[in-house]
């Protein structure tokens, strides 16, 4: 099978990384085709033991670990030290995610591997950077969400019951691990094709990564003290963009915030006099009766199944969808009909589900972008000892 | 003033783009030192009304715009097209926002721009994608959120009278960027310094970005039937975590889920025969008694507020923080020392608080980063008209 057209052929990556946002970083560098080397410790990466097994695989290793190369390595062993410094100054890049010094107290810090090779780029991502007072506080996802404030506007506001959720995934090391991989590429280029140069170290931290997304709260804040509260699923700015209770006990999500859907969505849901009320005929006034629209909507919506309700107001033209579940992602005929979800063979574990790579590369079908499934620890020892160190076993 | 030394120095990118998504990807480009030129129409970009103003300038916009270089354009005028295709010619990547056909119906689809530049990596960003049957759907990020999966988990468990919120940040949106990001430097270094070969046609989507991150539910669906549920606070398959109710009405989010921190935990709340009880000696027994563990960390942060009962978690060594909204974060120590958060001087709306680009690289401070903010539309016509176009005014 001819290798897929991907942009990174060629990269090589080294991952010294554990649990989520360094692994995600390399598999998303994987997925663009570069030649990713997961170097775990002789008992494997610890979120091999996360969530469900089948025939005792982790099924979430099969997309995590999926288009690397595992080797398993002791960092505190003389030799396996030798064989990562060796394979160091083969790589283009380094991708880690220890807690900040803990590879600098096994004797692999960046001073020696760049040593090694002057051209390792490495990023290194960490909860809250590697330096500033905080630097050496235990840090987990949960907290790059609390302290990065995503865990304050992710809530219904006023609610005192119940704790604002978590967004349900890992957020935070996803954001870390994205912003890893685009930095990654981005000193490539820099050093490979732009100003050139010699490696660079990049430090990422997760709550540097969750800040980053807080739109225009910071000048806000700055200029008029104001802050920026939780609006449940409204936006405030903006009406009526909500979620509203079904007949069957789901919930739809209707954007309806502008001039014209706005017209379309109060004809499709029956209330014309709303759409014709001239206190309704703007996004200033929409927002003032916003109480009244929601009723409206809701009263409407309590009437029929949300999947019912859902096609008739995509008929209407008016964005809407239920709150998909991943039973309903992969049923979706869209997601079938694009390969977002795609049947993929895992020699280890057999037919399984995988979401596509997020980027799509015209020539490149999805499916070839899943060149192999997440491999046991180590599986590449003897092929990776050979090939980056000439190895023979 | 020396240009700082950014990895992206001399490629030069044009930004189609409009609201948030490729707006968001061309800024992190910008940030990393690319020439970013943002093509709007006269009137200027509709994210330019959205949120607070001052002396009439966006605020956001001095973050959403910074590093760029705004032009305005109306891209059905002859003249201005011809310009357009100019700039793609000197261009390395194009990044837009339209929705699907809108640029091949004006005559600038990629087919049309790489004729001009058989060099250019193009990337789009879409709601839905560049083909499958709902491509023509229109699209808003809170869509993406629903159908990707996040909406649904974003919740508390059997929560009925509230709905799901929303991340309070348009995180779709944002995801889209950062993959659009990623994947157009990833193209560039394989066609300057990997493979070679020509330009290419990207297609990222909303939907997309966010079922990426479904981590292993597609494969346990798949496997076993199982559909993850919103799970509130906590994360069901270790214990404890989860947010905690605070004496002053905050919130506290506690990480206290593994052998060590969890006795290090029961200790600072006063419950060390928690921390001996055999039930409690590891993560599946924890899990099974979640409750009784949830509600005696309950009962001691009831008894103080958020900010005391985080120092002395924080001194016992156990993660936690509570969470932080905007003055948290603006006043933070550690935000301050590491200038997450910084004091910018934007020309338009005098100074301002911005947040620091999410990557660093070594040597360059993230002050200058921000090389300047966010300009008015239109504000670099002259100068790209002659930098790019050889045109004298």
Redesign the interface.
């Known amino acids: 099978m001819a290798e897929p ?7 090589k990556v080294l991952e010294l990384g554990h649990y989520i946002a360094g692994p995600f970083a390399t598999r ?2 994987a997925d ?2 570069a030649e990713v080397v997961k170097v775990e410790p002789p008992e494997g990466d610890p979120i091999r033991h ?3 097994k ?1 025939d005792g695989h ?7 670990g999926r288009n690397k190369l595992s080797v398993t390595l002791d960092l505190k062993n003389p030799r396996d030290q030798a064989r990562l410094k060796a394979m160091a100054a083969r790589a283009d890049a380094l991708v880690e995610n220890f807690r900040p010094g803990y590879l600098e107290r096994i004797g692999l810090g960046p001073a020696v591997l760049q040593k090694e090779n002057p051209r390792l780029v490495i990023a290194r991502i960490s909860g ?2 590697q ?4 630097r050496d ?4 996802g ?2 790059g ?12 506001p006023g ?2 019951e ?10 935070s090391d ?2 870390a691990g ?6 990654v ?11 050139g ?1 010699p490696g ?5 931290s997760l ?3 969750v ?14 003290g ?10 405030p ?1 903006t009406a009526p ?5 079904c007949a069957d ?1 789901k ?1 739809l ?1 209707v ?1 309806g915030n502008s001039d014209l ?1 706005f017209r379309r969505l109060m004809a499709a849901i029956g209330r014309p006099e709303l759409a014709a009320d001239p206190r309704m005929a703007d996004n200033g006034g929409r927002c003032a009766n916003v109480e009244e629209l929601d009723a409206a909507i809701a009263g409407w919506t309590r009437t029929l199944p949300a999947k019912e309700a859902q096609d008739i107001l ?1 008929a209407a ?14 049923e ?4 079938q ?2 390969d ?2 795609m ?1 993929v063979d ?1 020699p280890l ?14 020539g490149v079908a999805p499916k070839d972008m899943v060149r192999w499934t997440g491999p046991a620890a180590g599986a590449h020892n003897a092929q990776v000892f050979k090939d980056w160190l000439g190895e023979e076993q």
């Open positions: 057209r991907l942009p990174l052929a060629g990269l998303l560098l663009m085709g996360w969530g469900s089948q982790p099924v979430w290793f099969s997309i995590h809250y950077g330096d500033g007072p905080y506080k235990p840090a987990f949960a907290i969400e609390a302290m990065g404030g995503l865990r304050h506007l992710t809530a219904n609610q005192t119940l704790p604002p959720p978590r967004c349900g995934i890992s957020i996803d954001l994205m912003y890893a991989a685009m930095s590429v981005s000193a490539c280029w820099g050093r490979d094709a732009g100003a140069g660079r170290i990049i430090d990422i709550v540097d990564s800040v980053s997304l807080t739109e225009g709260m910071l000048p806000e804040y700055g200029l008029t104001k802050i920026r509260q939780p609006a449940g699923a409204a936006i700015t963009t909500n979620t509203y209770p006990g919930w999500c954007a859907i995509e033209e008016v964005p809407a969808s239920r709150l998909y579940d991943i039973r309903d992602i992969a979706d005929p869209h997601f009909a694009r977002t979800v049947r895992d574990i057999g037919p399984v589900l995988h979401p596509a790579a997020p980027f799509r590369f015209d």
